[in-house]
């Protein structure tokens, strides 16, 4: 039998950039995600 999982919410990403550039200077992010919806 299987069984369905449901969530509500919205997944948080946050875009870091490489190196100590700001974000409007970097070519390339490092991208990383969370919150409560990302753990179920």
């Known amino acids: 039998m299987k069984q369905?999982?449901?969530t509500f919410g919205e997944i948080m990403?946050?875009?870091a950039?490489?190196?100590y550039?700001?974000?409007v200077q970097a070519d390339?992010?490092?991208a990383t995600y969370g919150?409560?919806?990302a753990n179920v």
């Open 4 to 6: 369905k999982v449901v």
């Open 13 to 15: 990403l946050r875009l």
């Open 17 to 19: 950039p490489e190196g």
């Open 21 to 23: 550039y700001r974000f």
């Open 28 to 30: 390339t992010f490092g």
């Open 35 to 37: 919150g409560g919806e």
